[in-house]
């Protein structure tokens, strides 16, 4: 018992953003949020030696990029929806948690930033 709660608070420790995000409330029929949420709780929990930790955190940070940046989960909806229409084998959701690592770098690389002027006019 004791051992369990010793490894999911050290879980915890490295996924600040987990209350958020399993308590993230999405549409009933919102498919993709309800597989990406799951995979993450499975994926926390099961990961709890060292060298995962350090993964264990950058997921808990897309996830909740995920969840909070109305326009990388248009871009992750829009993505695995495209590729569930393809018909093709390849199950995305297999490994999520480098998949979804994948698109964030590409969102993050080729969504326009937001500029903000310093020059007073």
């Given at each position: 018992m004791?051992?369990?709660?010793?490894?999911s608070?050290?879980?915890?420790?490295?996924?600040?953003?987990?209350?958020?995000?399993?308590?993230?409330?999405?549409?009933?029929?919102?498919?993709?949020?309800?597989?990406?949420?799951?995979?993450?709780?499975?994926?926390l929990?099961g990961n709890?030696?060292?060298?995962?930790?350090?993964?264990?955190k950058?997921?808990?940070?897309?996830v909740?990029e995920?969840?909070k940046?109305?326009?990388?989960?248009?871009?992750?909806?829009?993505?695995l929806?495209?590729?569930?229409?393809?018909n093709?084998?390849?199950?995305?959701y297999?490994?999520?948690?480098?998949n979804?690592?994948?698109?964030y770098?590409?969102?993050?690389?080729?969504?326009?930033?937001?500029?903000?002027?310093?020059?007073?006019l």
């Amino acid at each position: 018992m004791w051992e369990v709660e010793i490894i999911s608070n050290k879980v915890l420790k490295y996924s600040p953003n987990y209350n958020d995000i399993v308590n993230y409330n999405f549409d009933e029929d919102d498919f993709v949020s309800q597989r990406i949420i799951n995979y993450y709780q499975e994926y926390l929990f099961g990961n709890i030696y060292k060298p995962q930790l350090k993964k264990i955190k950058v997921f808990d940070k897309i996830v909740w990029e995920y969840i909070k940046n109305d326009q990388f989960y248009q871009y992750v909806q829009y993505y695995l929806k495209e590729l569930e229409l393809s018909n093709s084998d390849l199950d995305y959701y297999e490994h999520l948690d480098r998949n979804l690592e994948k698109l964030y770098k590409d969102f993050d690389k080729n969504s326009l930033k937001k500029v903000v002027s310093t020059k007073w006019l």
